[in-house]
């Protein structure tokens, strides 16, 4: 008999994929941030050492923020998002979070109040009712999701723009951040915020929100990716440093529009 023969069978080892969970995301956020490189951007690769992952990932930090200050500079204010006829509405539509959607949060509107911060001249917080004496907008437009899907939808709610001037908020500022129940959180540049059809959505198809699309606020913003609009929003604050975001802080373009 060999000694091959006699070595014991060893029993393949389980993979426990929270022993990996770390690097797994490590991957995938270089991933999505390699997927918006130009030739140009792998080009200054070339000098870098694959192996070295803290070179890699400045380089491509480095392209995804280039590829946020051309996208603004291709921004126009007047450029509106395409609407639709009410008969091309999706129904139902779907529902998208990073959550299960039982697990939505469900919120008591007679407890719920808007916080407003940063530079602005009037931080009292706002309540739905006070919102809704606002001039109100209305748009049928189409969420684009960043996954490959998209959907038509109905919103109406209070202009961001509208809602920025009521609160006397410094316009000249850089951002405009959002703080969610669901601990998400996102921002927009000034430019897309003071956009027409940028708005903070109370309703979708005339009836208020319901809990799976962002009740009792959602933003809509049609001009950007649907990771760009918010949900279940308890806070804005307007500021001059970049407030990142849930996915933008883990390697998704922070600009994301058009």
Same mark, same amino acid.
């Given at each position: *008999?060999?000694?091959?023969?006699?070595?014991?069978?060893?029993?393949?080892?389980? $993979?426990? /994929?929270?022993?990996?969970?770390?690097a797994?995301?490590?991957?995938?956020?270089?991933?999505?941030?390699r %997927?918006?490189? %130009?030739?140009?951007?792998?080009? *200054?690769?070339?000098?870098?050492? /694959? !192996?070295?992952?803290?070179?890699?990932?400045?380089?491509?930090? %480095?392209?995804?923020?280039?590829?946020?200050?051309? !996208?603004?500079?291709?921004?126009?204010?007047d450029?509106?998002?395409?609407?639709?006829?009410?008969?091309?509405i999706?129904?139902?539509?779907? +529902?998208?979070a990073?959550?299960?959607e039982?697990?939505?949060?469900?919120?008591?509107?007679?407890?719920?109040?808007?916080?407003?911060?940063?530079?602005?001249?009037?931080? !009292?917080?706002?309540? $739905?009712?006070?919102?809704?004496?606002?001039?109100?907008?209305?748009?049928?437009?189409?969420?684009?999701? $960043?996954?490959?899907w998209?959907?038509?939808?109905?919103?109406?709610?209070?202009?961001?723009?509208? +809602?920025?001037?009521?609160?006397?908020?410094?316009?000249?500022?850089?951002?405009?951040?959002?703080?969610?129940?669901?601990?998400?959180y996102?921002? /927009?540049?000034?430019?897309?915020?003071?956009?027409?059809?940028? $708005?903070?959505?109370?309703?979708?198809?005339?009836?208020?929100?319901?809990?799976s699309?962002? +009740?009792?606020?959602?933003?809509?913003?049609?001009?950007?990716?649907?990771?760009?609009?918010?949900?279940?929003?308890?806070?804005?604050?307007?500021t001059n440093?970049n407030?990142?975001?849930?996915?933008?802080?883990?390697?998704?373009?922070?600009? %994301?529009?058009?």
């Amino acid at each position: *008999m060999s000694e091959q023969d006699e070595m014991p069978v060893r029993k393949p080892e389980k $993979i426990k /994929l929270a022993d990996h969970r770390t690097a797994l995301v490590k991957v995938e956020r270089r991933l999505v941030l390699r %997927s918006a490189l %130009s030739l140009g951007a792998l080009s *200054m690769l070339a000098g870098c050492d /694959l !192996q070295d992952n803290d070179s890699v990932d400045k380089v491509l930090w %480095s392209m995804s923020r280039w590829n946020d200050r051309v !996208q603004a500079l291709l921004f126009r204010g007047d450029k509106l998002a395409p609407t639709y006829a009410a008969s091309q509405i999706t129904n139902p539509f779907p +529902f998208n979070a990073f959550y299960d959607e039982v697990n939505a949060p469900d919120i008591d509107v007679s407890d719920w109040r808007l916080e407003v911060s940063g530079l602005v001249r009037d931080k !009292q917080p706002w309540t $739905i009712e006070r919102l809704r004496a606002l001039p109100q907008a209305e748009q049928i437009t189409r969420h684009i999701c $960043i996954e490959g899907w998209s959907a038509i939808g109905q919103w109406s709610g209070v202009p961001l723009k509208k +809602f920025l001037q009521a609160v006397g908020a410094d316009t000249s500022a850089k951002y405009v951040g959002f703080k969610c129940a669901d601990r998400y959180y996102s921002s /927009l540049d000034m430019p897309t915020a003071l956009h027409p059809q940028t $708005i903070l959505a109370l309703d979708f198809r005339k009836e208020p929100l319901p809990t799976s699309y962002g +009740f009792p606020l959602k933003v809509r913003v049609p001009t950007k990716l649907g990771f760009k609009n918010p949900k279940h929003v308890v806070a804005i604050y307007v500021t001059n440093e970049n407030p990142g975001g849930y996915w933008e802080d883990q390697g998704y373009n922070w600009f %994301s529009g058009v």
